[in-house]
């Protein structure tokens, strides 16, 4: 616990987007701000205004990250963080969900470090 | 706003003129074919093959996934190919239906072996048209392009056997091996468009401009001409309607094909000419 505050320290405050809104919790721990989701109905396949909104508001904001859930049209995101200049990370929101996350602690390992390279 | 939508719609549409190009002139095929579910069920074929690389550890976008997914369609295309019979004691439909099925339910069983397995199979079918950008538009093209000279060149026995195929037995041709070319090419469209747009907008661009074409050309040329016009048109007005209403695009698209084909299914009433009654005779 202590090596992923320390790790997360200096991007603390940092603003991002999910795609879904699932990580908020993981998100408070740590001091980020979710901005936006892009998706802005659950379930439901964004629309144009509602991208353009996003895509002012990252700029505006400086958002580097937009984190998107495995299952989630991680293709959408890319396009979107690319327009935005920023990246889009695969979180791992459950165990197994991405390689090497076979264990609750690999997950949050994975989260901590590519949230926290994103983000520098 | 306006500018900006431009900018996050312009791929997009281009693809869907895209889709148009292909789709219109295939769906003249399956229409006459009277095989109207076989993109869904070779986009499930191909829906399984990429599960299947998933499962061996190669994610959805890698040219390994569409490999599979092609190789499955290939297999799928070769089902379809030999179910065929001279005298048809069954639909084709049918042996379509299992193959949705069949494939439907082995995708189940892969995916349980795999987490997240449902929602990936989900997202293999749905696509999403705004993930699209300029060099993806290019690439499609010169794809379909490919499979378009490639149906010029097998033009003649690929519209007999759809149009007329018992003059094609008739006439000697190897209709097994041409239905096996016919839906392997189909196969490596439809594995590729589902991808992009998913199940649904694949449908429609299929099915829905061909629909328009056969109801008001005669020709194969003029069945083609309206075919491409109205999908055209049906593009702009999904478009624009998805970004006029804020609305996914996807499915507004869809929507937009049932509306338009309403209308025009009314204006064709409207304009045919009245049948004569007919009299019983004395």
Redesign the interface.
């Given at each position: 616990m202590e090596r992923w505050t320390k790790l997360m320290e200096p991007v603390k405050g940092a603003k991002v987007v999910a795609y879904h809104p699932d990580v908020i919790y993981f998100l408070t721990r740590f001091g980020l701000v979710q901005v936006a989701t892009l998706e802005d109905r659950p379930g439901?396949?964004?629309?144009?205004?509602?991208?353009?909104q996003i895509?002012?508001l990252m700029k505006a904001d400086g958002v580097k990250v937009i984190l998107v859930e495995?299952?989630?049209?991680?293709?959408?995101a890319?396009?979107v963080a690319d327009e935005a200049g920023a990246k889009a990370i695969v979180f791992a929101t459950?165990?197994?969900?991405v390689?090497g996350a076979d264990n609750y602690i690999a997950a949050i390992d994975y989260n901590v470090n590519t949230l926290a390279e994103a983000l520098k | 706003?306006a500018g900006?939508?431009l900018a996050?719609?312009w791929a997009p549409f281009l693809m869907c003129l895209v889709l148009t190009g292909i789709h219109a002139y295939l769906g003249v095929h399956v229409l006459s074919r009277e095989v109207v579910f076989v993109d869904i069920a070779l986009a499930q074929i191909a829906a399984l093959g990429a599960t299947a690389a998933f499962l061996l550890?190669w994610e959805a976008?890698t040219w390994e996934s569409y490999a599979f997914g092609l190789s499955a369609t290939f297999v799928g295309a070769l089902v379809l190919a030999l179910t065929r019979s001279r005298r048809r004691h069954v639909s084709q439909e049918a042996v379509i239906g299992v193959v949705y099925a069949v494939s439907s339910a082995a995708a189940v069983l892969l995916a349980d072996r795999a987490?997240?397995g449902a929602?990936?199979v989900?997202?293999m079918l749905?696509g999403?048209l705004?993930?699209?950008?300029g060099p993806e538009v290019v690439e499609v093209a010169a794809l379909y392009a490919a499979v378009g000279v490639f149906h010029w060149l097998c033009r003649r026995p690929f519209f007999l056997i759809s149009t007329a195929p018992d003059t094609a037995y008739r006439e000697g041709w190897r209709v097994r091996l041409w239905d096996f070319l016919f839906y392997a090419s189909f196969g490596v469209v439809v594995t590729s468009s589902v991808r992009i747009a998913g199940v649904l907008l694949v449908f429609s661009y299929l099915i829905v401009p061909a629909l328009a074409g056969i109801m008001l050309g005669r020709t194969i040329p003029a069945k083609l001409l309206i075919g491409w016009g109205f999908g055209t048109l049906v593009s702009v007005i999904g478009m624009t309607a998805?970004?006029a209403f804020?609305?996914?695009?996807?499915?507004t698209v869809v929507c937009a094909f049932g509306l338009t084909l309403v209308v025009l299914w009314v204006v064709f009433l409207a304009l045919k000419p009245a049948p004569e009654h007919l009299t019983p005779s004395t």
């Open positions: 439901i396949p964004p629309s144009p205004q509602h991208l353009v895509l002012r495995p299952w989630n049209d991680f293709k959408l890319q396009r459950a165990v197994g969900a390689k | 706003m900006e939508l996050l719609l550890g976008d987490a997240h929602e990936h989900r997202a749905v999403n705004l993930a699209v950008r998805s970004a804020d609305l996914p695009t996807g499915a």
